[in-house]
């Protein structure tokens, strides 16, 4: 990884299990270093909530009532994401999750192979997949965490977790 590599990890909560994204965090790691710039936005999804995903997050619809839907918000995340790799935690959720939501706003996906996959690298570690556990073994704090999710705090885990284990190549 050199000085200038930038990478964007992202995380989202959502109202429906990989659909409607309630928030979404992006986080910029340039070089070895987790920079200060991110992209943290909550989105009022078009569906219902579903219980697991509101015991997950403890974000309601009616938290949500006056933020701007998703087609408000992704030029913004695009202008933040830029051309850079996409990091996520299980890139398969944030992945099918955007995809979607991107096919709603018309606008164009970003390719898979753009993204690369934290929970893959944790595994291959001998670390389990769940980000929090695989964190806390991999000696990374967890201890300042509330019980329910959020995008942000998601996004600055897996790219601790990224920094912490990535590939030579990618260093």
């Not at 409607?20 to 987790?34: K, L, M, N, Q, S």
């Not at 996520?88 to 992945?95: D, F, K, L, R, V």
């Not at 556990?133 to 509330?146: K, P, T």
């Given at each position: 990884?050199?000085?200038?590599?930038?990478?964007?990890?992202?995380?989202?909560?959502?109202?429906?299990?990989?659909?409607?994204?309630?928030?979404?965090?992006?986080?910029?790691?340039?070089?070895?270093?987790?920079?200060?710039?991110?992209?943290?936005?909550?989105?009022?999804?078009?569906?219902?909530?579903?219980?697991?995903?509101?015991?997950?997050?403890?974000?309601?619809?009616?938290d949500l009532e006056e933020e701007p839907y998703f087609e408000?918000?992704?030029?913004?995340?695009?202008?933040?994401?830029?051309?850079?790799t996409i990091i996520a935690h299980n890139y398969a959720y944030?992945?099918?999750?955007?995809?979607?939501?991107?096919?709603?706003?018309?606008?164009?996906?970003?390719?898979?192979?753009?993204?690369?996959?934290?929970?893959?690298?944790?595994?291959?570690?001998?670390?389990?997949?769940?980000?929090?556990?695989?964190?806390?073994?991999?000696?990374?704090?967890?201890?300042?965490?509330?019980?329910?999710?959020?995008?942000?705090?998601?996004?600055?885990?897996?790219?601790?977790?990224?920094?912490?284990?990535?590939?030579?190549?990618?260093?």
């Amino acid at each position: 990884m050199k000085p200038e590599d930038r990478y964007v990890v992202i995380d989202v909560e959502t109202a429906q299990s990989y659909d409607h994204i309630i928030e979404i965090a992006a986080v910029e790691v340039v070089g070895r270093t987790i920079s200060p710039h991110s992209f943290v936005r909550r989105v009022k999804p078009r569906s219902a909530m579903s219980p697991f995903c509101y015991a997950v997050h403890r974000i309601s619809l009616a938290d949500l009532e006056e933020e701007p839907y998703f087609e408000q918000v992704v030029h913004d995340l695009m202008d933040f994401v830029g051309a850079n790799t996409i990091i996520a935690h299980n890139y398969a959720y944030e992945y099918n999750t955007l995809k979607r939501e991107f096919e709603r706003a018309a606008r164009p996906t970003y390719p898979r192979e753009r993204f690369f996959c934290t929970m893959a690298l944790a595994k291959q570690s001998g670390l389990p997949g769940k980000l929090r556990q695989a964190c806390a073994q991999a000696g990374i704090s967890i201890a300042h965490l509330r019980a329910e999710h959020d995008a942000l705090n998601d996004a600055l885990l897996a790219a601790h977790l990224f920094l912490k284990l990535s590939p030579a190549e990618m260093r």
